[in-house]
C-alpha cells in the first residue's frame, strides 16, 4: 500500500520568504508526526497532530513555524521569514491508532529537504 | 527527561563479519526502543522495537536487539553484515504518554568488502 508522501521533496528558497510543506499521512493513520533532521541537531521533533488538534507543539523553534492539520489527513507546516538556520530536511510521519502491540510504531515519510539561501 | 546515547558515529565491518551497534538510554519510566534505517535520500525505515514482554526481539533483514534493564542498553546486532545493510541507523526512546520519538545522534555503518 501506500506510504507517507511529502511534497515537495526539495525546495530552494531565498531567506525572508514563506514555505509551505505538505504531509500526506498513510490512510486510516490518526496521528502524524513532523520532525527535523539537520547536520547540527540530528533528528528532532517539532509536533504531533492527534486528529486535527496537535496536544504536543514543543519542537516548534520559534513562532515563525506552525503546522496545521485538516480532514484528519493532510499537514502543512509552514515556515514563516525563513532563515538559513531553518535548512533541513523535514519528515514527516505517522501511525496508526494504538492497538496491541503497535504502540508508536511511527512510518516515516521521504522527507523535503528544504535550502535556504 | 528521557535521551538516547549511540556510540560510535562510524562503524566499518567487513562483509561476512557481526554488526554491533551500541545504544543506551536514559529514562525514569520504562522504555519504548526503536531501531530505524535511513538509506541516502530516504526518510526512516522501521528496523525493530521493543515495548513489553520479550526483551530479545527480531527485525526485518536479519537484524535483532535485546534489550537490557540493568545496563540501560539496546544494542542491535546482526551475525553476518552485507553490502545492501550500509546505511544511517538510528535509535530512539519513547514512553507511554509522551508521544514523540527522542532520537540518538545516529550510527553510520559502512561495509568493506
Known amino acids: 500500500g501506500a506510504g507517507v508522501s511529502q511534497s515537495p521533496s526539495n525546495k530552494v528558497t531565498e531567506k525572508g520568504k514563506d514555505v509551505e510543506l505538505r504531509c500526506d499521512p498513510i490512510?486510516?493513520?490518526?496521528?502524524l508526526y513532523w520532525y527535523r533532521q539537520s547536520l547540527g541537531q540530528g533528528l528532532e521533533f517539532l509536533i504531533y497532530f492527534q486528529g486535527n488538534s496537535a496536544p504536543d507543539k514543543s519542537g516548534l523553534p520559534s513562532d515563525r513555524f506552525s503546522a496545521e492539520r485538516t480532514g484528519g489527513s493532510v499537514s502543512t507546516l509552514t515556515i514563516q521569514r525563513t532563515q538559513q538556520e531553518d535548512s533541513a530536511v523535514y519528515l514527516c510521519a505517522s501511525r496508526l491508532p494504538y492497538l496491541g502491540d503497535s504502540y508508536n510504531e511511527q512510518f516515516f515519510g521521504p522527507g523535503t529537504r528544504l535550502t535556504v539561501l | 527527561a528521557q535521551s538516547v546515547t549511540q556510540l560510535g558515529s562510524h562503524v566499518s565491518v567487513s562483509e561476512g563479519a557481526l554488526v554491533l551497534l551500541r545504544c543506551n538510554y536514559s529514562?525514569?519510566?520504562?522504555?519504548?526502543l526503536f531501531w530505524y534505517v535511513q538509506y541516502p535520500n530516504q526518510g526512516l525505515q522501521l528496523l525493530l522495537k521493543y515495548t513489553t514482554g520479550a526483551t530479545l526481539v527480531k527485525g526485518i533483514n536479519g537484524f535483532e536487539a535485546e534489550f537490557k534493564k540493568s545496563e540501560t542498553s539496546f544494542h542491535l546486532t546482526k551475525p553476518s553484515a552485507h553490502m545492501s545493510d550500509a546505511a544511517e541507523y538510528f535509535c530512539?526512546?519513547?514512553?507511554?504518554?509522551?508521544?514523540?520519538?527522542?532520537f540518538g545522534t545516529g550510527t553510520r555503518l559502512t561495509i568493506i568488502p
Open positions: 530512539a526512546v519513547s514512553f507511554f504518554g509522551n508521544e514523540k520519538l527522542t
Open positions: 529514562s525514569s519510566v520504562p522504555p519504548y
Open positions: 490512510s486510516g493513520h490518526t496521528a
